[in-house]
């Protein structure tokens, strides 16, 4: 997703959370995060991820994935833990959007509008703070340290309508609602496309703002 020459952020720090690679060393605190949230990620995963008898070893070896894929700058996961470090709070994933949408076959047109260096953002939280304030926290201020800090062309937030915290704190924010109809992927899929539709400067031959046909041209979701 990222050319070994670009700068990527280590992690974020804020008052509420605090974000870091997903790793071998912060596994544990992820994995009891995740058993802690059976109904969760269900839904984040369309039943797709396994929550009963899932082991630690199993965790273990996903994690290791993972972090080999951060490293080499395929894809990055990211812990939310907790200020006083003792528990996680949820995970993050920025995943290669153009391969995605390659893959799920979506509109040719569109794959070919978007530049390799873009981001789809899925992140989940922890059972017991789908009715706090957190999630409102998080987009927002990963929407900010992505605009300000990452080396992405665009991102773009995903989410299922039956995330219902996630979709209420993304709509909280000015980014652009789009629903695609994508041939590959029939899941329901919710998009929250940055204002601008691009982070960076780029060539005009490369640019995607607001009015690009490649996303405003489906079936979009007020």
Known sequence: MLDDDAVVPSGLRHERFVLTPLTMDTAALDYASYMASPDVIRVHSDGRWPVQGFTFSEDLELVAQHEADHKSRRSFAFVLIAPSGAEAL?????????????????????????????????????????????????????????IDEWPLAEHHFRVL??????????????????????????????????SSGINRPRPSAHRQDRADPAWSGEAERG
């Open 90 to 146: 949820g995970c993050l994933y920025f995943n290669p959007l153009r391969e995605y949408l390659s893959r799920a076959e979506a509109p040719r047109h569109l794959v070919d509008k978007t530049p390799f260096d873009s981001a789809m953002v899925t992140f989940w939280l922890r059972q017991d703070q789908q009715n706090t304030d957190l999630a409102e926290i998080v987009v927002e201020t990963v929407n900010e340290w992505i």
């Open 161 to 194: 309508p039956a995330e219902r915290s996630s979709c209420a704190a993304l709509d909280r924010l000015s980014l652009r609602k789009v629903c695609l109809a994508l041939s590959g992927d029939e899941r329901p899929y919710i998009w929250y496309q940055s």
